[in-house]
């Protein structure tokens, strides 16, 4: 299994520009995730899908950050327009919920993005 | 609002148990403790997760004590590579969201 496959690994861009990111979940697996990583903050949940339905974004920061999954295998985390503040590791996870407790997430190599 | 509190940071001896601690006193009777750690430049990796009964997976072992009010992870043999941010976290039975805090860094030591 390849597992979370997140791209690209690093992104550079300048204050203003559009970036997306992108997360191909584990097959089989039904929900999703979107957290981001500073020193600052740790790691914090933005978003997360499931059955490819946005369940809960109110870890979103604002407006200019948005998120989707057209199918089960793709997800999108776009940011526009981006600013330095927002540069961080950004990681995919995902996980198989069957309704029950106790379901383990995993996560992807994480985009570490620099806005400059 | 923190549910569980952990120490900053702890030192092993390599190829001796590691016993990390973890304070989760307001736990609710459905919340479960996972253990996830985070190696250095990687995502989070699952450790393992428990209820009321005590677990032991192929990576380590769950103590949770009768009242549930705390808990211990305990790698039987540490080696260099588990070397991470170790994070103790509660969560409600059927939610899939996960608070990470801040986590107890494991230094293990040759």
């Known amino acids: 299994d390849a597992g979370v496959i997140q791209s690209p690994r690093h992104e550079v861009t300048e204050m203003g520009q559009e970036v997306t990111l992108r997360c191909k979940p584990i097959s089989g697996h039904n929900s999703l995730f979107w957290y981001r990583q500073t020193m600052m903050r740790g790691l914090e949940l933005l978003i997360y899908f499931n059955n490819n339905v946005p369940i809960d974004d109110s870890g979103m920061p604002e407006d200019r950050f948005s998120a989707k999954m057209p199918n089960a295998s793709f997800s999108t985390l776009k940011i526009q327009p981006s600013e330095p503040r927002d540069s961080a590791v950004y990681f995919c996870?995902?996980?198989?919920?069957?309704?029950?407790?106790?379901?383990?997430?995993?996560f992807g190599p994480g985009t570490r993005l620099t806005v400059t | 609002d923190a549910k569980t509190t952990q120490p900053p940071s702890m030192d092993c001896a390599e190829g001796r148990a590691a016993n990390l601690p973890c304070n989760h006193s307001t736990i609710s009777g459905n919340e479960y403790v996972y253990w996830y750690r985070q190696i250095h430049s990687q995502g989070p990796q699952y450790i393992i997760h428990?209820?009321?009964n005590n677990e032991t997976n192929e990576m380590a072992s769950l103590i949770i004590t009768e009242d549930r009010k705390s808990s211990t992870l305990i790698l039987p043999h540490a080696t260099l590579r588990d070397t991470a941010v170790y994070y103790c976290i509660v969560s409600q039975g059927g939610s899939e969201k996960l608070v990470f805090g801040k986590g107890m860094k494991l230094t293990v030591n040759p």
């Open positions: 428990g209820l009321k």
């Open positions: 996870a995902s996980s198989l919920a069957l309704r029950q407790a106790g379901v383990e997430q995993y």
